[in-house]
């Protein structure tokens, strides 16, 4: 049997640097943002939060050169602009 951990990693919207890979109608659906790659692993959980709203809730799906990319394409409110 095999037993798969993961984490959620939790994020302020304020402060929270992210690069938007993809977005629609300018809300970030891919985004990607360092990470340190010790620390995290494809399928943990990411969430953005700003107060109480969850702007954004993803899965890494990957991490390249400790980036990691995660995809939220139905229920982003992060805003696609360079942050």
Same mark, same amino acid.
């Given at each position: 049997?095999?037993?798969? =951990?993961c984490?959620? !990693?939790?994020?302020?919207? %304020?402060?929270? /640097? ?5 977005? %629609? ?5 891919? &985004?990607?943002f +360092?990470?340190?790659?010790?620390? $995290?692993? +494809?399928? %943990? ?5 700003? *107060? /109480?709203? &969850?702007? =954004?809730? *993803? &899965? &890494? *799906?990957?991490? /390249? %050169?400790? =980036?990691? =990319?995660?995809?939220? +394409?139905?229920?982003? !409110? !992060?805003?696609?602009? $360079?942050?």
């Open positions: 049997m095999e037993v798969a =951990f984490q959620t !990693l939790s994020f302020n919207a %304020d402060t929270f /640097e992210y690069e938007s890979v993809a977005q %629609d109608n300018g809300n970030a659906t891919i &985004i990607k +360092p990470v340190d790659e010790k620390k $995290v692993s +494809p399928g %943990d959980v990411v969430v953005v939060v700003s *107060g /109480e709203n &969850i702007n =954004f809730h *993803g &899965i &890494i *799906g990957k991490i /390249e %050169d400790g =980036f990691a =990319f995660a995809s939220d +394409p139905k229920g982003s !409110l !992060l805003s696609a602009g $360079v942050q």
